[in-house]
């Protein structure tokens, strides 16, 4: 229940950075409570679940970050993105 309660705090906190980039940018106050919420959730799982699941929900938080980067087109030479058309 701890790991699902940490994974849920990342979650809503990657939405919130994502709300701040795309949907309300020059706010800050989601953007800054969308990273006080993901360190927050890694920390918790750390504490909670243990080393063992606390590097595993870092790592998942790590490719989740990756990933939204890359299709975003922010992390891509050229600005390509996955969910454009070549």
Avoid: D, Q
């Avoid at 020059?26 to 606390?54: C, E, H, R, W």
Wanted: net charge positive; glycine share 12%; aromatic share 10%.
């Amino acid at each position: 229940m701890e790991l699902l309660l940490a994974i849920t705090l990342i979650l809503i906190g990657l939405a919130l950075i994502v709300a701040e980039v795309y949907l309300i940018p020059g706010m800050n106050i989601a953007g800054i409570l969308g990273v006080v919420l993901v360190l927050f959730g890694l920390a918790y799982a750390f504490t909670a679940s243990g080393l063992l699941a606390g590097l595993a929900v870092l790592f998942g938080t790590l490719v989740r970050v990756v990933c939204c980067f890359w299709c975003s087109g922010v992390a891509v030479p050229g600005g390509s993105s996955c969910w454009r058309p070549r």
